[in-house]
């Protein structure tokens, strides 16, 4: 799979459950970020998390980092209508500069 | 909150013909970027800019393409003959240091006929 790759590819779930995204990169990072863009619209930053950090947390984001499987997950919990939208994995490459995106998981959140 | 700020929002042009997509970035932040993303695809890097000039460029970003910052606030993208495979969403961000959060603007959608 190329960097910053993100599973499952979608998602719907009913208002109120989790949701759980999942990225997959190859390199080591400096760090790695998550997006949502709602359709057709900008990327709005949701967190960053450092290549030291094992997991931070954001309101009701929580992300996760396992540098030794390369991989991180995305939690939303108590999901919202207003949480559909596209999240995207971005990496940023060890000796790098640039953002390198995934594919993106597209969540659908049900009322 | 400062943003990223870009204009156009949408752009159509016809093939062969020049555009210039502009964009504001945060004002204390010294490192800017473009990127795109084609209809249903990934983002992806076009190029990066640092102290008045390109650090790092993508495949993409060939001899068509060119950025300058032309005063202390813009910073723009210009692609000089448009195909039609340049139809795309374009991206600008910035951030202040390297290793930190990369804060994007709006979008030009841009439409290449």
């Known amino acids: 799979s190329q960097q910053g790759e993100e599973d499952p590819q979608a998602l719907s779930i009913q208002e109120g459950e989790n949701a759980t995204m999942n990225c997959s990169y190859k390199t080591s990072i400096n760090n790695l970020q998550w997006y949502r863009q709602n359709s057709g619209r900008g990327l709005v930053h949701l967190i960053l998390?450092?290549?030291?950090?094992r997991e931070k947390h954001s309101g009701r984001l929580r992300v996760t980092l396992d540098t030794s499987k390369k991989s991180s997950s995305l939690l939303i919990t108590a999901s919202r209508a207003a949480d559909t939208a596209s999240y995207f994995c971005?990496?940023?490459?060890?000796?790098?500069?640039?953002?390198?995106f995934g594919a993106g998981t597209i969540l659908r959140v049900k009322s | 909150e400062p943003e990223v700020t870009q204009t156009p929002s949408h752009q159509v042009t016809q093939m062969g013909q020049e555009v210039i997509l502009r964009c504001v970035p945060i004002?204390?932040?010294?490192?800017f970027y473009w990127y795109r993303q084609i209809l249903g695809q990934k983002v992806e890097f076009l190029v990066s800019?640092?102290?008045?000039?390109?650090?790092?460029k993508s495949e993409i970003f060939d001899d068509q393409f060119s950025v300058e910052r032309p005063d202390g606030s813009n910073f723009t993208l210009k692609i000089r003959s448009t195909k039609l495979e340049d139809s795309a969403m374009y991206f600008c961000?910035?951030?202040?240091?390297?290793?930190?959060?990369?804060?994007f603007g709006p979008g030009t959608r841009l439409l290449v006929l």
């Open positions: 998390i450092r290549s030291n950090e």
């Open positions: 004002s204390n932040h010294l490192y």
């Open positions: 971005a990496t940023e490459e060890e000796y790098g500069n640039k953002l390198v």
């Open positions: 961000a910035s951030r202040s240091g390297i290793a930190e959060t990369q804060y």
């Open positions: 800019f640092y102290n008045n000039e390109i650090s790092e």
